[in-house]
């Protein structure tokens, strides 16, 4: 790894031999999801902490590089509401990647989509996992750091149902953004991409908040924010919701769990505080400071 890096990294290093030991040799029974990195485990480590594990997959497109920039981001970020980095490992040829282990999954399950028959979440709930995830992106753009991939499968739940964010493997610093001018490839998930760095090839901290309005739409809607399949209007989940929310129609979309149990003047707020995070100009767009 890289020696300029602003800390230690050699006490972060794990021996393979303990991730085997804790994976049971990366049984598939203990998997618990699987990314474009590579395949995600649950572990128990020799002192009973639980842990997650993200191996790389030999074939995966991402590589050293993200690898690197997970490590580096959270080795100096460290944040109620940023997922913990515990260790990793890069010995025969491996990356992995080893977290606080998440128990209750991620945002998206408890939403939509999710085969497990998870219970509703309340509002209240919902607004606390919102609160959560936006303090975490205000701490780490007030570090000089853009996620670039904010949404909700990369919304970790603890046992409490606090949010954590997770996924840091095409995060940039700032400090590297000045020496690029601020111009790169879009990366992100389609329905999050902030249009302005879409076109203008622009990447500001605006651009997170762009795509964590589309996840204050997700948590309301409780639906994706690509749907195929369905009509025109509403398979972009940002445009459909914007668009009820200035025809006055926002009741009409909000999850049928929720229906009579938001406070017309809650839902209200929620809705103009989601559609400004969602202004086509970062400049119109609030910070992650504003929307708290």
């Known amino acids: 790894l890289n020696s300029s890096y602003r800390v230690p990294f050699e006490s972060f290093r794990v021996p393979f031999v303990d991730l085997q030991e804790a994976t049971n040799n990366f049984d598939e029974k ?17 002192d009973g902490t639980k842990v997650a594990l993200k191996r790389r997959n030999r074939e995966s497109p991402q590589g050293i590089e993200e690898f690197q920039a997970e490590i580096e981001i959270l080795s100096f970020c460290s944040h109620p509401h940023l997922v913990s980095l515990i260790g990793y490992c890069d010995e025969r040829n491996e990356m992995i990647l080893v977290y606080e282990y998440m128990e209750n999954g991620n945002l998206s399950s408890h939403l ?31 570090s000089a750091v853009i996620h670039r991939d904010v949404k909700s499968t990369n919304i970790l739940l603890d046992e409490n149902f606090v949010a954590k964010i997770t996924d840091f493997g095409i995060s940039k610093t700032m400090s590297e953004l000045d020496q690029t001018h601020l111009s790169t490839t879009v990366k992100g998930s389609i329905g999050y991409i902030d249009p302005e760095n879409f076109i203008r090839r622009q990447l500001t901290e605006k651009s ?3 795509s964590f ?80």
């Open 30 to 46: 203990f998997r618990i999801g699987v990314g474009i990195f590579g395949k995600v485990y649950r572990g128990v480590s020799r």
């Open 112 to 142: 939509y989509g999710s085969d497990l028959r998870l219970p509703t979440m309340s509002w209240e709930q919902r607004l606390e996992i919102c609160i959560g995830a936006a303090r975490g992106l205000h701490y780490l753009h007030n």
């Open 208 to 210: 997170d908040v762009y």
């Open 213 to 292: 309005g589309v996840v204050l739409f997700e948590v309301l809607c409780a639906r994706p924010a690509i749907v195929q399949s369905l009509p025109r209007e509403t398979v972009c989940l940002a445009e459909w919701a914007v668009d009820s929310h200035n025809k006055g129609q926002l009741e009409q979309i909000i999850d049928p769990n929720l229906a009579a149990k938001i406070r017309p003047e809650s839902l209200r707020k929620f809705g103009e505080t989601a559609v400004k995070c969602l202004a086509l100009s970062s400049e119109d767009r609030p910070s992650m400071g504003d929307v708290l």
